[in-house]
């Protein structure tokens, strides 16, 4: 009887063990998620048009085309291929496909990271 007690009680401690392991494990699989360089684009920020590449934040001195054929100008108007016209507005992103999506993170940091 003491030997199916000890088995049941050594059974549950290393199930215990297994579990947290494993939660350990995908918790830092999720943070290895949030830490990943963020993506190359182009972006406004306090009227100024920005590049961001291998996560280093420049001024954009020249015209860039996009995979998908929209130019984005210096001045913040994007021409698509179709010949629309847009005006970016702060904090508006384009990656280099050519999609647009608002900045996730705006803080102080980056923007004064970004203007030197």
């Not at 918790?27 to 998620?33: I, P, Q």
């Not at 190359?40 to 920020?45: F, G, P, R, S, T």
């Amino acid at each position: 009887m003491k030997r199916i007690i000890c088995l049941i009680a050594f059974v549950s401690f290393s199930c215990c063990l297994f579990a947290q392991k494993m939660d350990t494990a995908m918790h830092n699989k999720m943070e290895m998620g949030k830490t990943d360089k963020m993506k190359d684009c182009v972006y406004m920020n306090n009227n100024h048009m920005m590049m961001m590449k291998d996560g280093k934040t420049m001024m954009m001195d020249q015209d860039m085309k996009m995979k998908n054929g929209t130019t984005v100008m210096k001045d913040g108007t994007m021409m698509m291929k179709d010949g629309s016209k847009k005006m970016l507005m702060n904090g508006e992103c384009i990656d280099m496909n050519g999609r647009m999506s608002k900045m996730k993170m705006m803080d102080d940091k980056m923007m004064k990271d970004s203007m030197q």
